[in-house]
């Protein structure tokens, strides 16, 4: 099928994009302005020019399928190139202004209601322009009055946070960001994750630092410092979703950033009231409009909090397990002390009965299982993993060890890992093994941000 190119500035950064979608679906949904139109004669022009000096086209990265056992290598789409991305947040200038992002639409009406001029639909229109035209300034609401505008620009601001490091492998084209927000030590780390085709997964945070202290984690070694924010939640996915093109959303264009994984650094559950807030204004159909079952949010065993998630109806569930038995469990998942395996599968198995009205995929639920060599991986363990999730619509993700400075694990070897695999495989529990992405970009969740501290102390 024939292809339509267009360049779109990123008002934040001033960095050009170029973002390729079917000529018939931009016939259909989307109408150039004349100043666009300038600009996409001039870049066809260039482009047949460029064409016909018949270089080659530069090899782009490789990454590799983390859901074969084979590991096959497959073209990085280029559309989710980033050798030309920078400092791609808004660029930060009043942190003192409330900011519009992760305001809920009710509390958006209600910051409206001592705004003179405000219309019944003006909290809508607004709405639109933060999730689906991606502004990143109050002035580019063009159909909002101006004296509204001046109003909003005295107090309010639309703020992603500031990109303090933004890493990419080479090798397989993982995006490691590290974000900071108001206060100087509030930073996580988010991590864009390409998958075969034009979609990967965006890894967020939900607190900064974690006080859980599961031992092969290394966001255990930071303290926790406090929740994010519903804003500070959602700017994870604003930033790639600008850069790759997602934004403005354009109907039935496959996005970029096409899944969201509560997996980075803290307890979703643990801050149930943001996450939840988050999640209802990432999917909700007037605004980014993400479905449900694209959505997963994984936690460490907090039982109790398994009944809220399924209150919000087909968001996928991981649980975060790495253990079969209580005893192994208590020391490398501190957290199951208060709520152990036994109780920790009664909720697992509710939770599955309430997911029944909505789709198969949020009715299974992913069990995580990092690999530690002599630890938890012996072929015993296998099998009885496999006997504790029968009766569970489950899928078990097998990880390899991610090393990460100081730890006292090593991963499993490779050979091993298959065979651990192939058991639980063969006692009719679906199995993947997800092998390690983003070495080379220090990968292992809560690396970056402790290599950025412990730089800033040397510089000292």
């Not at 066809?44 to 590991?71: G, L, M, Q, V, W």
């Not at 933060?130 to 063009?142: C, K, N, V």
């Not at 399924?310 to 038995?325: C, D, K, R, W, Y």
Request: with cysteine; aromatic share 6%; glycine share 6%.
């Amino acid at each position: 099928m024939a292809s339509h190119s267009l360049w779109k500035q990123c008002a934040s950064s001033g960095k050009h994009h170029l973002i390729t979608h079917s000529q018939n679906s931009v016939a259909t949904h989307w109408k150039p302005s004349a100043f666009l139109r300038t600009h996409i004669a001039a870049f066809s022009s260039f482009r047949s020019d460029n064409n016909s000096n018949n270089t080659a086209a530069p090899r782009r990265p490789r990454t590799f399928d983390s859901t074969s056992h084979r590991n096959k290598p497959v073209a990085v789409n280029p559309r989710l190139d980033t050798a030309h991305l920078s400092n791609s947040a808004p660029a930060v200038r009043d942190w003192d202004k409330k900011n519009l992002i992760g305001l809920s639409l009710d509390q958006l009406k209600d910051e409206l209601k001592s705004i003179s001029g405000v219309k019944s639909y003006t909290a809508g229109q607004i709405w639109r322009f933060l999730y689906q035209r991606g502004a990143t300034s109050i002035d580019e609401m063009l159909n909002i009055p101006k004296s509204i505008k001046d109003e909003l620009n005295e107090n309010y601001t639309i703020n992603y946070g500031r990109v303090v490091s933004d890493h990419v492998s080479p090798t397989d084209g993982t995006r490691k960001l590290l974000v900071g927000f108001k206060d100087p030590k509030a930073m996580v780390e988010s991590v864009f994750i390409p998958m075969n085709g034009p979609r990967g997964t965006q890894c967020i945070s939900s607190q900064v630092g974690c006080s859980l202290a599961c031992t092969f984690c290394h966001t255990g070694t930071q303290k926790l410092l406090r929740n994010l924010t519903p804003g500070e939640i959602i700017s994870q996915y604003m930033i790639p979703a600008k850069d790759y093109g997602d934004l403005p959303l354009v109907k039935n264009v496959q996005r970029n950033v096409s899944n969201i994984v509560f997996m980075g650094q803290g307890e979703p559950l643990y801050n149930w009231r943001n996450v939840k807030q988050a999640i209802e204004i990432l999917t909700d159909k007037d605004g980014i409009g993400m479905p449900k079952s694209k959505i997963t949010v994984s936690t460490s065993g907090v039982a109790p909090g398994l009944a809220k998630l399924a209150e919000l109806g087909g968001i996928s569930l991981a649980i975060s397990l790495h253990a079969t038995n209580d005893n192994l469990r208590d020391e490398i998942v501190p957290i199951n002390k208060t709520f152990p395996i036994k109780v920790l599968m009664e909720a697992c198995a509710d939770y599955a009965k309430k997911m029944e009205s909505c789709n198969r995929d949020s009715q299974r639920i992913t069990f995580e299982y990092v690999m530690l060599k002599d630890v938890n991986d012996s072929f015993q363990e296998a099998r009885a993993l496999a006997d504790l999730l029968r009766d569970i619509p489950s899928h078990v993700n097998l990880i390899p060890f991610n090393p990460w400075p100081g730890s006292q694990y090593v991963s499993s070897p490779r050979d091993h890992i298959v065979g651990f695999s192939r058991i639980i495989e063969n006692l009719g529990v679906p199995t993947t093994i997800r092998w390690p992405r983003g070495l080379d970009v220090m990968g292992a969740c809560g690396q970056l941000k402790s290599t950025y501290d412990q730089e800033k102390l040397t510089q000292k």
